[in-house]
């Protein structure tokens, strides 16, 4: 099956290559479309790091754990 990291993966050359191959062939210079295509793969890699940053399961259950000791809540009566 494939994953999101996955589909990234493939999104990065191809964003690269499709989006310069498209500019350039639209007319504007190999020079100026490189760059453009560059910036939509950045995009795409930005986006996997950080917008939808890969977690494991205990980093996930260690910040529930820090919030709820934050609260003050243990989970005990305090009577």
């Given at each position: ?55 494991s399961d205990d980093v996930r259950g260690d910040a529930a754990r820090s919030d709820r000791r934050q ?9």
């Amino acid at each position: 099956m494939t994953g999101y990291y996955d589909l990234v993966l493939g999104l990065i050359p191809a964003a690269l290559i499709g989006v310069t191959a498209f500019l350039a062939l639209v007319g504007l210079s190999l020079t100026a479309a490189l760059p453009a295509g560059a910036a939509v793969a950045a995009a795409v890699m930005v986006h996997a790091m950080f917008v939808r940053a890969p977690v494991s399961d205990d980093v996930r259950g260690d910040a529930a754990r820090s919030d709820r000791r934050q609260s003050g809540s243990s989970g005990r009566s305090s009577v």
